[in-house]
C-alpha cells in the first residue's frame, strides 16, 4: 500500500486528470490569420463606406455586378512576378480542380464579358465591390482580404473613360471630406516607358514584366531585383535611362526626352484638358514614376496618395486594352480602378473626417410596465414600425431602470413606456432622451407623433 500522502497525491491528480477529460478544450476564438471579424459597429463603418462608394457610381451611371469569390486558378497565372499572383490564396478542391479565391476582381469581369462575347451593349459601365484574398506569409502580418471598390469602363478607347473614372475616384473622396490638400492622384502613361524600351530595342513582350519590375523599384533597392532585371536582358544601361526618364515631373519634360509626335505625350495631354473640363486638375499631377504593380496594364495609369503622409497608395487603376486578349477573347479597351477598404478607413481617422458609428439609430425603445400589458406593447410597437420607426421591444420583464438605462445605452431617442393608468385612458407614457421630458401621447395620435418627430 503505498503512503496516504502519496495515494493523496495520485487521487488530486486523478480527480485534476478527470475534470479536465470533462472540459471541452476551448475554441480559438480568433477569425482565421489575417482576417477580420465585424461585430456591429464595425458592420456600420463598413457599410456606411461601401454606400458611399454605391452612391458615387449610381452618380456616374454605373451598374453592379459580381462573381463568385472562388475562381479557375488558370484566371490569375499571369508570369511577370506579380505580388497578386505571388501570393495566390489557391488550393485543389476535392474535385481536383486547382482553384484560388480571387485576388482582384478584374480577372473575373473579363471572364464575364468573354462569356457574353458580343452579347453585351458596350460601352459596359460596371462596378463592384468583391472581398479580395491573397496568401502572405505572416511574417509581415499584413491581412488576408480587403474589401476593394472597383469602377471599370469597357468598350471605349479614348481617355474620356479615364477621365470619367478619375472624375467618380474624386467624387467620393470630396463626399467623404477629403480635399486636394490631402489627396492627390499621381498620374502616367505605359506608353511613357514602352516608346522607351522600343528606342532601346527590348521586344515588346517583355514591356508587361518590366513594368511589374520597375514598380518594384520603387519600393525596393535595386540590387534586390538586379537577376530580375538581367533576366529579362535589361541591362544596367537601360535600367539607367529608364530611370532617368521616370525621374520627369512634368509632361513637357517628357515630351523633349520623347520628341513631339509621342503617342504618350498626346493622351496625357489629352487627359489633363479633361481633368480640367471636370473641374479635377488640382487633384491630378503627372508623375512619370507611376507604372502600377499589374502587369495587364498598356496605357494611363493613375494612383490616389495621401499628400500628407507616409501611407501606402489609397486606390489605383489604368488601362489594360489586351486583357481580354489574352484569356484568347477579342480585342476590347478596357480601363478601370480598384480601390481598397483598409488605407481610406485609416486615412480618414488620421484627417478626423470618419463619422461615429457607436449607435444603432433606434427611434423607440417599447416597454410594458406590467407583463400583463406586452400584448399591448407589442401592437404599440407595430404601430410604430408601419410608421416608420426603428422599435426595439424590451422583451423580458425588466425594471424602468433597466430600460432607461438599456435606452440610455443604445442612444435611442425616446423610450415608450405601456403603463396600467395611462392605457386605460388610451394613453402611453413617452420620454424623450435628449432633454429627460416625459409627456403622455394619445395612442390612436401615434402616426401624427411619429411623423411630427421624424421630420
Ligand atoms: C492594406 C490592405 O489591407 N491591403 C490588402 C489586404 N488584403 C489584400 C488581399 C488581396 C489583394 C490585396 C490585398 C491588399
Not at 10 to 15: A, E, G, V, Y
Not at 104 to 124: D, F, I, Q
Not at 156 to 180: C, H, I, K, Q
Not at 301 to 330: H, N, S
Amino acid at each position: 500500500r503505498k503512503s496516504s500522502a502519496v495515494a493523496d497525491k495520485d487521487l488530486i491528480t486523478k480527480t485534476e486528470k478527470g475534470a479536465q477529460k470533462k472540459k471541452q478544450t476551448k475554441l480559438d476564438t480568433n477569425p482565421p490569420k489575417g482576417t477580420r471579424d465585424f461585430y456591429p459597429e464595425d458592420m456600420r463603418q463598413r457599410t456606411w463606406l461601401f454606400s458611399q462608394w454605391r452612391d458615387v457610381a449610381k452618380t456616374y451611371g454605373f451598374s453592379e455586378y459580381d462573381a463568385p469569390v472562388l475562381e479557375s486558378e488558370s484566371l490569375y497565372t499571369r508570369k511577370a512576378g506579380e505580388e497578386v499572383t505571388e501570393q495566390l490564396y489557391n488550393f485543389v478542391d476535392k474535385g481536383d480542380r486547382a482553384v484560388a479565391l480571387r485576388p482582384e476582381m478584374t480577372p473575373s469581369l473579363a471572364r464575364m464579358v468573354m462569356a457574353k462575347k458580343g452579347g453585351l451593349n458596350l460601352p459596359l459601365k460596371w462596378f463592384s465591390i468583391p472581398q479580395c484574398w491573397r496568401y502572405e506569409r505572416m511574417t509581415r502580418g499584413r491581412r488576408r482580404e480587403h474589401f476593394q471598390w472597383n469602377m471599370d469602363v469597357w468598350g471605349v478607347d479614348g481617355v474620356e473613360a479615364e477621365a470619367e473614372l478619375l472624375s467618380a475616384m474624386v467624387d467620393f473622396f470630396e463626399r467623404v471630406g477629403l480635399t486636394a490638400q490631402d489627396v492627390g492622384i499621381k498620374v502616367n502613361s505605359r506608353m511613357v516607358i514602352g516608346e522607351v524600351l522600343t528606342e532601346l530595342g527590348i521586344p515588346e513582350e517583355k514591356f508587361a514584366a518590366t513594368c511589374v519590375l520597375v514598380d518594384k523599384l520603387e519600393k525596393v533597392p535595386i540590387d534586390a531585383i538586379q537577376d530580375d532585371l538581367a533576366e529579362l536582358g535589361l541591362d544596367r544601361s537601360v535600367v539607367e535611362k529608364l530611370t532617368e526618364v521616370l525621374t520627369n515631373k512634368s509632361i513637357e519634360s517628357i515630351a523633349s526626352v520623347l520628341g513631339p509626335e509621342s503617342e504618350a505625350v498626346k493622351e496625357l495631354s489629352k487627359l489633363m484638358s479633361l481633368c480640367k473640363a471636370y473641374g479635377i486638375d488640382e487633384w491630378i499631377l503627372f508623375d512619370a514614376s507611376v507604372v502600377r504593380g499589374l502587369a495587364y496594364y498598356t496605357g494611363i495609369v493613375f494612383e490616389a496618395f495621401d499628400r500628407k503622409g507616409e501611407l501606402r497608395a489609397i486606390a489605383g487603376g489604368g488601362r489594360y486594352d489586351k486583357l481580354l486578349e489574352t484569356f484568347g477573347g477579342d480585342p476590347t479597351p478596357a480601363a478601370g480602378f480598384g480601390f481598397g477598404d483598409a488605407v481610406i478607413i485609416e486615412l480618414l481617422k488620421e484627417r478626423d473626417v470618419l463619422p461615429s458609428f457607436s449607435s444603432a439609430d433606434i427611434d423607440s425603445v417599447v416597454f410594458a410596465m406590467k407583463p400583463e400589458l406586452y400584448d399591448d406593447a407589442i401592437a404599440i410597437a407595430t404601430k410604430l414600425r408601419k410608421a416608420g420607426q426603428s422599435v426595439d421591444v424590451v422583451l423580458e420583464k425588466k425594471k424602468t431602470k433597466w430600460v432607461f438605462k438599456h435606452a440610455d445605452r443604445i442612444q435611442s431617442k425616446y423610450v415608450i413606456i405601456v403603463a396600467p393608468d395611462e392605457f386605460a385612458n388610451g394613453e402611453v407614457s413617452v420620454k424623450d432622451l435628449s432633454c429627460g421630458e416625459q409627456t403622455s401621447i394619445k395612442i390612436e395620435e401615434l402616426n401624427e407623433w411619429v411623423e411630427k418627430t421624424s421630420s
